[in-house]
């Protein structure tokens, strides 16, 4: 997988969207471009692209042509866009903890089905989160929303330490373990994980210290400082803009 130059030709939108990033600088390709600009895109996907940012946040975790991409509990709406980016040499394992499917009441998919029938680069894979695995050393893997989860009693027996040394076995040297999840309060630990369903960002690079990735970039892109960060998620006042950190560690 080779990075993206900054001095790569970019579309007058892009360069405003990279312009407000905080990660190191490593541009947008014409190909995400495309791939947000994909008239097949469902329309309830288009209608979320002001809230989650998909320019911004695809430009920074280096995902191109080619890669191999795992996304933990998985999504359609990143998992198209992602399917289009890496292309049919590339690869999107989607991966669902059984803990999270039973407690939603999800069946548990045939190993290599594909979930999204017209992009056949997109395969789920469902174990208990401890056993997490693909079948192919990965570039990226994703976790959006839902690295709290996995220290919630719903996902027992689930150790996230464990959780945590797979991903990094899964990866190639040098591979990504992007996270974006909402903000707790400043010292609020994993206080809120249950409740308001927000983690403190500070646990979530201890973690990542604790299992050998390094700390290489964030994005300001879905920081909100308006958000109090001490309501539930959900709550109709918040939901859809509460502050989030995206954070990049790297697998040395």
Known sequence: MTFTPLARALSAATVVLIANMAFPAFAASPVIDAAIADPGRPAKDTALDAERKPAEI????????????????????????????????????????EEMAK??????????????????????????????????????????????????????????????????????????????????????GLADTNTTHRIDAAVVKKDMAAAGFVFVGESSALRNPADPRDKLVFDPSIRGKTDQFIYLFQKP
Not at 73 to 93: C, E, M, N
Not at 142 to 169: C, E, G, S
Request: hydrophobic share 40%; proline share 13%; net charge negative.
């Open 103 to 188: 407690t939603h009441n999800r069946p548990l998919p045939p190993a290599g089905a594909t979930p999204i029938p017209d992009l056949p680069n997109v395969t789920i894979y469902a174990a208990p989160a401890n056993n997490f695995a693909v079948p192919m050393p990965a570039d990226i893997v994703w976790i959006r929303q839902n690295y709290h989860d996995l220290y919630d009693p719903f996902m027992a027996p689930t150790d996230v330490p464990t959780f945590n040394q797979a991903v990094f076995k899964a990866l190639k040297k040098g591979g990504y373990f992007v996270i974006i999840d909402h903000s707790a309060p400043d010292g609020s």
């Open 58 to 97: 695809l430009s920074c975790i280096h995902l191109e042509p080619g890669a191999t991409i795992v996304d933990v509990v998985p999504g359609a709406y990143w998992d198209r866009l992602f399917s289009k980016v890496v292309g049919p040499t590339g690869h999107v394992y989607d991966f669902l903890p």
